[in-house]
């Protein structure tokens, strides 16, 4: 069975920090173009980090840039997202994505082949 499974969320203060994983089964991260999506509430999905297909070059959304770190571990198949310097409007249902081509672009598809469930982060003192 194809999937992506997030892990690693929940309720951090602010300044806080938090990793979020994300492991892929049925078939190989490599092949693919990754990264983490969140959906605030009232608000539309938007791409947060995302790593290209080959090269392994980042994007960051200007909002987390300096805060958060995306990495692919290709040894256990499964991608992270660190969150340091938590801020309240970080709090969403974050979302982790993989995109099956060379996509080679600066910045995050905008759709992507296979979707995890999502996880809730939620910022707050």
């Known amino acids: 069975q194809l999937q992506l499974v997030e892990s690693g969320g929940g309720l951090v203060q602010p300044g806080g920090s938090l990793r979020l994983s994300c492991a892929a089964s049925?078939?190989?991260?490599?092949?693919?173009?990754v990264g983490w999506f969140r959906q605030a509430p009232g608000k539309e999905r938007e791409g947060v980090s995302c790593?290209?297909?080959?090269?392994?070059?980042?994007y960051y959304a200007d909002s987390v840039k300096g805060r958060f770190t995306i990495s692919r571990d290709t040894a256990t198949n499964t991608m992270y997202l660190q969150m340091n310097s938590l801020k309240p409007e970080d709090t969403a249902v974050y979302y982790c994505?993989?995109?099956?081509?060379?996509?080679?672009?600066?910045?995050?598809?905008?759709?992507?082949?296979?979707w995890g469930k999502g996880i809730l982060v939620t910022v707050s003192s």
């Open positions: 790593i290209r297909t080959k090269g392994g070059k980042t």
């Open positions: 994505g993989a995109l099956l081509g060379n996509y080679d672009v600066n910045g995050c598809p905008d759709a992507m082949d296979y």
């Open positions: 049925g078939f190989t991260l490599d092949n693919y173009a």
